[in-house]
């Protein structure tokens, strides 16, 4: 028992709540945004070192033991991701102050955040298999006010879209829920797990996992992320960086949670299918970052690649391909956020989204188009940076277990990411000076700043991965052997 | 009983997947709340439609109906029910401003 856990919900929920009352005043709601964010931060850094020191941590709600209650659990997996959760959001705010524009800080943009934070932990903290579904609810709904907030047409537009898709994914989410219940007649994740392996994952259990997967690969963006690129593209910066760095990884959580803890039992038919799936969303992704010359899009598609790479990880279930899969997780959380966030303030300074017509900045903004260089690097993997050493452990996973074809396919979509970002760069900074009004010294560099510290984290998690990995490979053990996680939540309710 | 349910859950899923697969949005968001009503009925039919007691320990009955999936019902019944009123504002919201309601004119990369 911890009661600690449930801090990174409850600090978000507190501050959104309050924040509601203070619609008025703006310099308040930035503060108290401020505060709530750092308090976060701090949160799920303690709760990452317990579970570093003392192992698995759990809390039952009102004392209820599993499988009666409703557990949280954090693992170390789900620690690292809470901790990452904190500091983009913190990052993404200190953003948004100088870049989203004081109509949408008037219609409760503070607040929506900060909810959209509370779901996104309590995804990555729950034991509970239908409080997975509330807590991807608080997110969902969160996002889709995030996307629609603003009301320009692109945004009406792409949300209509983007509330379908969510609705019917998590109606399905029920369903498979409901039929999950009628066969093994639980919902606490450790108790599901041992009750799946008691009944053996026949047949209707694996037409359940592969629900949960069609579901969990809506949400993520794997193989099916035709709604992607085009709701992604209509809020602005800070928000699809919100978007693009946690919503879909929560997708890619839930993934590996299922499928490493409750569906383990038949890989030849769950693993293979998720692999196909990855290998042509790394290839269709790959074809849309070539295809647009859209910096939204391209950036979008970026996303896209990355989510087929992970769930690669994923399906190749061994311990260093499933260690890669939540190093370049983690990585890919921070550089994302950071690459949508650069992609935001190049957009402001060129005035313009499409590649033709910008050109040139690397002369009025030369700390803009170096870190954005770097970011490029440090995304396609390139080695003393932080896409390295996640990228090459799934790749060592992919070769022990034979998957010539996917890891072919991996280094080729790498190749390609390289070439899309490179691209931006190039257009984008490079070439003939564009006539546009330059921002002011000071807008630029509270716009720099939030970004400044991002690549710092990201470049100093490439130079120390050997201490990173003390973290990861924890997560790994955790991920490869599920009796690990039942042991920590039911062995302590016996007591 | 529980294969009357299944068929008439089938039935709901059935037209509500037609539903949303037509243009108008409003039948679209008709179609939602059709697979809603099925998905609800699912929870309830998947913990066996047994007869027994409502779930009140005033009723001092021999046995009761599984208590869990009602309430997980009352949750997703009020989840759908805010999406809804959400969806339908911003379909309102979208006619005003883009003025139509017909998904394929809703297409296109043009920014405006």
């Known amino acids: ?495 | 009983m529980e294969l009357y349910m299944s068929l008439a859950i089938g039935v709901l899923f059935t037209v509500g997947v037609y539903l949303i697969l037509s243009k108008s949005i409003l039948r679209i968001i008709l179609g939602t709340s059709f697979l809603t009503h099925g998905v609800h009925l699912l929870l309830l039919t998947m913990s066996r439609l047994k007869t027994g007691s409502a779930p009140l320990l005033g009723e001092k009955a021999e046995s009761y109906v599984d208590p869990l999936p009602q309430a997980l019902i009352l949750t997703s019944i009020v989840i759908s029910f805010g999406v809804t009123s959400f969806f339908f504002v911003l379909a309102y919201k979208a006619y005003q401003k883009l003025g139509t309601d017909d998904m394929e004119q809703l297409r296109g990369k043009d920014d405006e």
């Open chain 1, 1 to 495: 028992m911890n009661n600690l856990l449930i801090l990174p919900l409850l600090i978000p929920l507190c501050t959104a709540v309050l924040l509601i009352f203070l619609k008025r005043s703006i310099p308040l709601q930035r503060w108290i945004s401020a505060i709530g964010s750092a308090a976060n931060v701090a949160a799920a850094g303690y709760i990452l070192y317990q579970v570093k020191t003392d192992g698995i941590q759990t809390l039952y709600m009102s004392g209820w033991v599993p499988p009666y209650g409703i557990t949280f659990v954090a693992d170390m997996l789900a620690a690292l991701l809470v901790l990452v959760t904190a500091i983009i959001g913190s990052f993404c705010l200190f953003y948004s102050f100088s870049s989203i524009g004081e109509e949408r800080e008037r219609h409760y943009f503070y607040p929506l955040l900060q909810f959209l934070l509370v779901g996104v932990s309590g995804s990555f903290l729950t034991g509970d298999i239908f409080n997975l579904f509330v807590c991807f609810e608080v997110m969902l709904i969160s996002s889709y006010a995030l996307i629609v907030l603003g009301g320009t047409k692109i945004q009406l537009r792409e949300s209509l879209k983007y509330i379908l898709i969510n609705i019917l994914s998590s109606a399905l989410f029920v369903a498979a829920i409901a039929y999950l219940y009628g066969v093994v007649g639980t919902l606490n994740m450790a108790d599901l797990s041992q009750r799946v392996a008691e009944a053996g994952q026949d047949g209707v259990l694996n037409v359940i996992a592969i629900m949960f997967m069609i579901v969990f690969s809506l949400k993520a963006g794997l193989f099916l992320f035709f709604w992607l690129p085009g709701s992604y593209s209509a809020p602005p910066a800070a928000i699809t960086a919100l978007f693009g760095a946690l919503l879909t990884k929560v997708g890619l959580y839930a993934l590996l949670r299922t499928f490493t803890l409750i569906f383990y039992h038949e890989p030849s038919i769950t693993h293979e299918w998720m692999g196909w799936m990855a290998g042509a969303t790394m290839a269709l992704g790959a074809f849309g970052a070539l295809a647009y010359k859209d910096i939204p899009r391209i950036l979008n598609y970026n996303v896209v690649i990355s989510i087929g790479f992970i769930a690669f990880g994923l399906t190749a279930a061994n311990k260093d391909s499933l260690d890669g899969a939540v190093l370049y997780l983690v990585h890919d959380m921070l550089a994302k956020a950071l690459l949508f966030i650069l992609g935001g303030i190049v957009i402001a300074a060129a005035r313009t989204t499409k590649l033709n017509g910008m050109g040139g900045l690397i002369r009025t903004y030369p700390y803009l188009g170096w870190m954005f260089f770097v970011t490029a690097l440090a995304i396609a993997g390139i080695p003393p940076l932080s896409g390295f050493p996640g990228k090459m452990m799934i790749l060592r996973g992919g070769l022990q277990n034979e998957q010539f074809w996917l890891v072919a396919l991996s280094l080729a979509s790498s190749f390609i990411v390289l070439y899309s970002l490179m691209r931006i760069f190039m257009s984008a900074f490079w070439g003939e000076e564009r006539q546009v009004p330059v921002m002011s010294g000071k807008q630029q560099r509270s716009m720099l700043i939030p970004a400044a510290g991002l690549l710092v984290i990201v470049v100093t998690m490439g130079l120390c991965a050997e201490w990173l990995y003390d973290f990861v490979s924890v997560a790994g053990d955790t991920l490869i052997n599920p009796s690990l996680y039942i042991d920590a939540v039911l062995k302590e309710g016996m007591r």
